[in-house]
């Protein structure tokens, strides 16, 4: 394929038989959603029964933005949950290979089958496409910063990835934090590469986003409760922190001795030694007095709670940072796939939703896998082990491609990286490690893998072409050496 460079230092590349191209979409989404097809259902996390409740009753959440549950009612309403999975699974086989053409600069859809193969049996990525939940988005949300801000295009897809960007930042609060660290970092990629008025330019597309989601989700939540915030209930996670660290019971105790907090009757639940991680249990735990107190009087124990954070903070900085940089570092490497896939009680609110609103299929969701609490065992894949040697490899990849001048490389290994670090720095420290937090977006290493291995098998390739041209006797207009892609 013969590949012409344009005046700007972009390669153009032919378009491709355009049938091939949709193809590997198809086949990329069908690899994708392998694990739903073997669990022989969607899979469903304990927080998809909210989400669903937002899709089929359009109830609101008060701990997380309803963006997602309201994004996927249509495809529940009227083609089912499998819709869900199979549209989530096309997404990211698209977004992927946008990705692609964008540093390879060459449209191949056997490269993008390839790649996606790769990424369905080696990574999480398959864990997340058929799972009813946002978590996919976290990685998809980077890919497409990515994209807007160092392959925009047309003005006409700078705004249509503006928008997009928009949605996916809207869908879950840790992507609010995560999105303004990949816009600094991304900024300043373009100032190194452009300039100031580059970097200027570039970054007011993500910008726009970001802020038109953060009020978006703000409205939602001053027309349906009355406050101009994201979220109404996040302070609970916070509180939950403290209690996991065993940094907020001395604090607990010290206010109780002097005040009268509705805080004091979780004391004995929290100072429970049986309980190792007490914070979860205030949160989630059938016996955990956090839900009655919430109940009698809810908008007054809300604001206990984020006035408690806050006196924690104040009271003991220190033992706050030590939970902090610990929960940082565990998060890194906490990244198990297929956590929180397990059976579900027919009392939880998703078991209810699926025989409730979907019960065509409720005799396939209590056969599935999942349901039976054998769906881990297909998490065979040493994907830690994988994600873990292409970080290691990261390095040279970008040493790679800085070398050679490729900046887009340059720019994607970047901020693949700064999404790790940041996504370990935000789930670790504000809801403690979870597997499943880390392991949403590690597959992003095993993408820039499998591209650093292209890119650097072409240049090889390139270079070889050019040592033949160089013993080359023929005269020049006698020889096709395509030029270098």
């Given at each position: 394929m013969r590949i012409a460079e344009t005046e700007a230092g972009v390669r153009s590349t032919p378009r491709g038989p355009v049938l091939a191209w949709i193809a590997a979409h198809g086949i990329g989404a069908l690899l994708l959603t392998w694990i739903a097809l073997a669990n022989g259902y969607p899979l469903l996390f304990s927080d998809s029964g909210g989400y669903l409740r937002v899709a089929t009753e359009f109830r609101y959440l008060l701990d997380r933005p309803i963006t997602y549950g309201l994004m996927i009612a249509p495809f529940v309403r009227l083609l089912g949950l499998w819709s869900v999975a199979g549209a989530q699974a096309l997404f990211a086989t698209w977004l992927i290979g946008q990705v692609l053409v964008a540093v390879t600069?060459?449209?191949?859809?056997?490269?993008?089958?390839?790649?996606?193969?790769?990424?369905?049996v080696s990574s999480s990525l398959p864990w997340f496409t058929g799972q009813v939940m946002p978590d996919l988005f976290t990685s998809l949300l980077a890919l497409t910063?990515?994209?807007?801000?160092?392959?925009?295009?047309?003005?006409?897809?700078?705004?249509?990835?503006?928008?997009?960007?928009?949605?996916?930042?809207?869908?879950?609060?840790?992507?609010?934090?995560?999105?303004?660290?990949?816009?600094?970092?991304?900024?300043?990629?373009?100032?190194?590469?452009?300039?100031?008025?580059?970097?200027?330019?570039?970054?007011?597309?993500?910008?726009?986003?970001?802020?038109?989601?953060?009020?978006?989700?703000?409205?939602?939540?001053?027309?349906?409760?009355?406050?101009?915030?994201?979220?109404?209930?996040?302070?609970?996670?916070?509180?939950?922190?403290?209690?996991?660290?065993?940094?907020?019971?001395?604090?607990?105790?010290?206010?109780?001795?002097?005040?009268?907090w509705r805080l004091c009757r979780v004391?004995?639940?929290?100072?429970?030694?049986?309980?190792?991680?007490?914070?979860?249990?205030?949160?989630?735990?059938?016996?955990?007095?956090?839900?009655?107190?919430?109940?009698?009087?809810?908008?007054?124990?809300?604001?206990?709670?984020?006035?408690?954070?806050?006196?924690?903070?104040?009271?003991?900085?220190?033992?706050?940072?030590?939970?902090?940089?610990?929960?940082?570092?565990?998060?890194?490497?906490?990244?198990?796939?297929?956590?929180?896939?397990?059976?579900?009680?027919?009392?939880?609110?998703?078991?209810?939703?699926?025989h409730r609103y979907f019960s065509g299929t409720g005799g396939a969701f209590d056969t599935s896998?999942?349901?039976?609490?054998?769906?881990?065992?297909?998490?065979?894949?040493?994907?830690?082990?994988?994600?873990?040697?292409?970080?290691?490899?990261?390095?040279?990849?970008?040493?790679?491609?800085?070398?050679?001048?490729?900046?887009?490389?340059?720019?994607?290994?970047?901020?693949v990286l700064v999404t790790v670090v940041?996504?370990?720095?935000?789930?670790?420290?504000?809801?403690?490690?979870?597997d499943r937090y880390q392991s949403r977006i590690v597959w992003l290493l095993v993408l820039i893998g499998i591209v650093g291995v292209e890119r650097c098998g072409r240049t090889l390739s390139g270079r070889a072409r050019s040592l033949d041209t160089r013993h080359d006797t023929r005269p020049p207009e006698s020889r096709t050496t395509p030029a270098f892609p």
């Open positions: 600069m060459r449209r191949s859809a056997v490269m993008l089958i390839v790649t996606i193969a790769v990424l369905a910063l990515y994209l807007l801000l160092f392959a925009p295009g047309t003005q006409l897809r700078v705004w249509l990835l503006a928008a997009v960007a928009t949605g996916l930042i809207a869908l879950h609060l840790s992507h609010i934090p995560l999105a303004a660290a990949l816009i600094v970092t991304g900024g300043a990629v373009l100032f190194w590469q452009d300039g100031g008025r580059a970097a200027v330019r570039g970054v007011i597309p993500a910008l726009a986003a970001l802020l038109v989601a953060i009020l978006g989700l703000c409205t939602v939540s001053l027309i349906v409760v009355d406050s101009f915030r994201p979220s109404l209930e996040s302070n609970q996670f916070l509180v939950a922190r403290t209690f996991d660290g065993g940094i907020g019971q001395p604090v607990l105790a010290r206010i109780c001795r002097t005040e009268t004391r004995g639940f929290v100072d429970d030694p049986r309980r190792p991680q007490p914070g979860q249990d205030y949160l989630w735990a059938a016996d955990s007095p956090r839900a009655p107190l919430e109940i009698a009087s809810p908008v007054a124990f809300r604001a206990e709670e984020g006035a408690f954070a806050r006196r924690v903070l104040h009271d003991d900085p220190g033992g706050t940072l030590r939970i902090a940089v610990l929960g940082w570092r565990d998060q890194l490497i906490d990244a198990r796939a297929a956590d929180g896939m397990v059976a579900y009680r027919p009392r939880m609110l998703l078991v209810q939703q699926i896998r999942q349901q039976r609490g054998v769906l881990q065992r297909l998490a065979i894949a040493p994907d830690r082990v994988i994600a873990l040697l292409m970080s290691l490899a990261a390095p040279v990849f970008l040493w790679a491609a800085i070398r050679h001048g490729d900046r887009r490389m340059t720019a994607l290994v970047v901020l940041a996504n370990a720095a935000i789930c670790g420290i504000l809801s403690g490690p979870a």
